[in-house]
């Protein structure tokens, strides 16, 4: 069940997003996803993701960023959520997983190495206001528990727009950039809520801004939700989103 509420904006420094899942905390959801994965045996994403085709796109009718660069899960193993402290994400996110983590801006298809593990980027649009990791992960038969994903995508703005803040909600904790800047960290054990975790006062460049995003997660599910919001606590909605 996809769950939105709608918070007062509280000054975050930065967010990062560890597991992300619409359907609870992980503590809930395990039996959730087993009864989930036995039914679905197609393994596909087509049915929460499409191939990102055209050269930009749109928020959502409430500002959501659907269009993202997602690398297949990195092995990451954790058997709670609970381990998931400032502290501990900063140092997980910190650590160098492939070159060029915190400045590459990925293409389609692209491939990395991370240990044992070759691991392919794929540029696509959610079909939903959140981007479902674990049915990401699941639909191409990856690692669904213990592991860390990172999102990157282009953010381009008409006009230089001062004072936004991004709105971020994940599952489980997560930590999100914008242009190379901390801006949100979400830890702890959590649901997937929309604007669970809002930044501070920020600047969206005239043309093109960079958000990356990390997502840790151990069991249950893993999903995020990303916005940008004016002074008043509106969805930014006139900016477009590529991936290149």
């Keep these: 069940m996809n769950i939105k509420r709608k918070k007062m904006l509280?000054?975050?420094?930065?967010?990062?997003v560890a597991g992300l899942g619409l359907q609870g905390c992980s503590s809930t959801s395990k039996a959730k996803t087993s009864s989930a994965t036995t039914s679905d045996t197609a393994r596909s994403i087509e049915?929460?993701?499409?191939?990102a085709r055209t050269s930009t796109k749109k928020p959502d009718a409430e500002g959501f960023i659907q269009r993202w660069l997602l690398l297949e899960?990195?092995?990451?193993?954790?058997?709670?959520?609970?381990?998931?402290?400032?502290?501990?994400?900063?140092?997980?996110?910190?650590?160098?997983y492939f070159p060029n983590q915190f400045t590459i801006l990925p293409k389609d298809g692209e491939k990395v190495?991370?240990?044992?593990?070759?691991?392919?980027?794929?540029?696509?649009d959610s079909k939903n206001f959140n981007v479902k990791l674990f049915?990401?992960?699941?639909?191409?038969?990856?690692?669904?528990?213990?592991?860390?994903?990172?999102?990157v995508t282009v953010v381009n703005s008409p006009q230089e727009l001062k004072n936004v803040?991004?709105?971020?909600?994940?599952n489980s904790a997560s930590m999100w950039w914008l242009n190379g800047k901390e801006s949100v960290i979400l830890s702890g054990d959590r649901r997937m809520v929309m604007d669970d975790g809002v930044s501070n006062r920020l600047t969206l460049n005239k043309?093109?801004?960079?958000?990356?995003?990390?997502?840790?997660n151990g069991p249950g599910m893993s999903d995020f939700c990303v916005r940008f919001?004016?002074?008043?606590?509106?969805?930014?909605?006139?900016?477009?989103?590529s991936y290149e």
């Design 135 to 151: 049915r990401f992960a699941y639909g191409l038969n990856k690692p669904i528990y213990g592991v860390l994903f990172w999102a």
């Design 113 to 124: 190495k991370v240990g044992e593990q070759e691991l392919t980027w794929h540029s696509l």
């Design 165 to 170: 803040r991004m709105a971020v909600g994940s």
């Design 47 to 51: 049915a929460y993701f499409t191939p």
């Design 10 to 16: 509280l000054p975050v420094v930065i967010v990062i």
């Design 207 to 216: 043309g093109k801004n960079i958000i990356r995003g990390a997502v840790i």
């Design 73 to 96: 899960p990195i092995n990451k193993p954790n058997r709670s959520n609970t381990v998931f402290t400032d502290s501990y994400i900063r140092k997980a996110f910190d650590t160098l």
């Design 229 to 241: 919001l004016d002074e008043k606590g509106a969805p930014i909605k006139d900016i477009t989103i």
